[in-house]
């Protein structure tokens, strides 16, 4: 008996020790009146404007000339004399160097006397010719009265078919040795080493020397090299997710190092037909105007196309974006209870500071710090700065019109 009634005490103890606890660990379950309402979360906030946005894009790339080609000798020779220095401006037909010229006077004059050997062979077929004709016309007026003989008369017109074909012979060879001159004539004319190119008589420069004077030169050896910096190309590579933003004719602004607080306009001309599959980018080609010819070939250069430009569309801080199940918005402020609303948004025109709203309509102030603190309806608590300040829009951010 003793023994049951133990154990019935031991269990009874187990028991209420039992729910002792569970009580304890209830009561840690259940949030007290202050956990039921969370204190209110500091953030700062900025007002919707209505503005101007534009959608640029910015790019870099590489100035080259707009045309470039190399001054090089047909022939080879010694250079004499080189007639212009880097930096030179040079016209259009300008002499820019000399060869010696010794062997090619010597050939022309060889090729001259032997034109007038040729000519003389000439004037001796015409004079043969003209007695072989003489002689076959005698045998023929013989042969009627049947003084000379059949083989005669024969003779006779052979005599004349020879005798002209001499004389055409060496008429041949005066048209062959008057080429000959005029071959000479011409290797002599490529020892006078112009400037010439095909379009504009602007006057273009000496982008580089290659050679001194008195340099044995072989064909083609480089001499200098000829620029036209009139007008210069400038070359970016755009990115796939632009490429179809860029069009032909659109108006590029160009800024380099070389000048940074001078902006020069210019214009796609320009686009590869294709992206390359190793840096997924297209080259695209911007014409630049360079009257005072303050811009250089090799130049590094920054370059900015508008792709489009909304006007009045409603704009919000880009920082003040936040993600809330998947979809995209802002935390807009409730001055009346001072809680945040998540409104998702469809955006427009986006860059690195401002974000177009297209739906739905927004006013008011958005959330631009502490958002991800933030749910749907949680309070927060402006500084008195920003609580007090007037709804008014702020000027331009550097970098974007307004």
């Not at 992206?275 to 297209?282: F, G, N």
Request: proline fraction near 5%; aromatic fraction near 6%; charged fraction near 30%.
């Amino acid at each position: 008996m003793k023994k049951v009634f133990a154990t019935l005490v031991v269990l009874a103890f187990i028991g209420v020790l039992g729910w002792e606890v569970y009580s304890r660990i209830d009561d840690l379950r259940k949030p007290t009146a202050r956990d039921r309402r969370a204190p209110p979360v500091p953030v700062e906030a900025e007002p919707v404007r209505k503005d101007t946005v534009r959608d640029i894009g910015f790019f870099t790339g590489t100035l080259y000339p707009h045309s470039q080609y190399t001054v090089a000798p047909k022939i080879a020779g010694r250079l004499e004399k080189l007639f212009v220095k880097i930096g030179d401006p040079v016209k259009k037909g300008q002499l820019i160097a000399v060869l010696e010229d010794d062997e090619y006077l010597q050939q022309v004059g060889q090729a001259r006397a032997e034109l007038q050997v040729a000519k003389a062979n000439v004037e001796e077929g015409r004079s043969a010719l003209d007695t072989a004709r003489r002689e076959l016309e005698r045998s023929k007026a013989l042969r009627q009265k049947k003084i000379a003989s059949e083989s005669e008369l024969d003779a006779a017109r052979a005599e004349f078919t020879s005798q002209e074909a001499k004389y055409k012979v060496a008429l041949a060879q005066v048209a062959q040795k008057e080429a000959a001159l005029r071959a000479a004539q011409v290797r002599l004319s490529y020892t006078q080493i112009q400037a010439t190119w095909e379009e504009t008589d602007q006057d273009r420069v000496v982008g580089e020397r290659f050679v001194d004077e008195g340099t044995m030169l072989a064909p083609n050896t480089p001499i200098v090299s000829i620029l036209d910096i009139c007008s210069l190309t400038g070359v970016i590579f755009v990115i796939e997710r632009d490429y179809s933003k860029v069009k032909v004719g659109q108006e590029a602004f160009i800024s380099t190092d070389a000048f940074p607080d001078k902006t020069f306009s210019g214009k796609v001309v320009r686009m590869a037909p294709l992206i390359k599959e190793t840096s997924r980018e297209a080259r695209v080609e911007v014409e630049i105007s360079n009257p005072e010819g303050l811009l250089k070939p090799g130049m590094f250069i920054r370059a900015q196309i508008e792709f489009s430009k909304q006007d009045d569309a409603t704009i919000v801080p880009a920082r003040a974006l936040a993600k809330r199940g998947g979809r995209q918005g802002v935390f807009l402020v409730n001055r009346q209870d001072m809680t945040a609303q998540f409104v998702p948004l469809k955006l427009g025109i986006t860059n690195t500071e401002r974000v177009q709203v297209i739906e739905p309509p927004l006013s008011g102030w958005v959330v631009t710090l502490g958002q991800h603190l933030l749910e749907d309806g949680s309070r927060i608590v402006l500084p008195a700065e920003k609580g007090q300040a007037e709804d008014r829009p702020k000027g331009p951010r550097k970098g974007h019109e307004g």
